[in-house]
């Protein structure tokens, strides 16, 4: 069955700016979580969405948003870009989020540069 | 706050050779321990998981087990190959029993193995 997908693969936005990231989950699953990596902090985790709502969050400005579907489809937003916010986002899906004999399934990433 | 602390690397190994990455947390209650695989241009996939204390995660060679007593989760492998070149993630979560939504990773250890 397909996998995590995650697009844009690679964007490139001027600070200021606005951005959209989208992540499909694999079919079935409901439960979406969203995570930035970079050199300086490593991964860390932005929210999670369930059901289109999300379920919970982590220490992130404002500026950082999401929303699920009803699909489970799910976008993040990050307005007013800063170069700071230059990283790899990474999505990733599993059935409920919350049964330990199921797996969360990353995707390859969106690789977004501020400049 | 809960947090996971795992060896620097790079670390470079011969083909054979024994492996150990380090890694110990902190954590609130009885969080269950994850180590995650990054190879170049993927995404993260589960390695091996532990859901409670003295339980011992294994795949593809690799193992680790959970000791409470001394907030470790070290990963070993007896005999690396080149194809396990690539970044381990070394994570905890405590919500809902052991959820997969929100995690918290450690900094990343990545392994080169020369033949």
């Known amino acids: 069955k397909a996998g995590v997908t995650q697009t844009p693969r690679y964007l490139i936005k001027t600070r200021g700016q606005q951005v959209t990231l989208s992540c499909s989950p694999i079919s079935g699953h ?11 902090q490593g991964l860390q985790f932005l929210f999670e969405y369930f059901s289109e709502t999300q379920r919970n969050k982590g220490n992130f ?8 579907f009803s699909n489970s489809r799910s976008e993040m937003n990050v307005s007013t870009l800063e170069l700071g916010d230059s990283a790899l986002y990474l999505c990733a899906s599993s059935f409920t989020g919350t049964d330990m004999n199921t797996e969360a399934f990353f995707g390859q ?5 501020v400049v | 706050g809960n947090s996971v602390t795992q060896m620097e690397g ?36 589960l390695l091996l998981k532990a859901t409670k204390a003295d339980d011992k995660g294994s795949n593809k060679g690799f193992e680790a087990t959970y000791r409470k007593e001394t ?3 070290h990963l070993e ?10 970044v381990y993630f070394c994570a905890l979560s405590d919500l809902y029993g052991g959820s997969q939504g929100n995690l918290i990773f450690g900094k990343g250890t990545k392994l080169s193995v020369k033949p």
């Open chain 1, 30 to 40: 409901r439960s979406v979580s969203w995570y930035q990596q970079t050199p300086g």
């Open chain 1, 61 to 68: 400005p404002g500026r950082f948003s999401g929303r699920q």
């Open chain 1, 109 to 113: 990433g969106t690789r977004l540069t």
């Open chain 2, 10 to 45: 790079p670390v470079t190994l011969s083909e054979e050779a024994f492996l150990t990455i380090n890694c110990t947390y902190t954590a609130t209650g009885y969080p269950s321990l994850f180590w995650y695989v990054q190879y170049p241009g993927e995404g993260l996939q």
């Open chain 2, 71 to 73: 907030t470790s989760f």
């Open chain 2, 77 to 86: 492998k007896g005999s690396v190959q080149v194809s396990d070149s690539a």
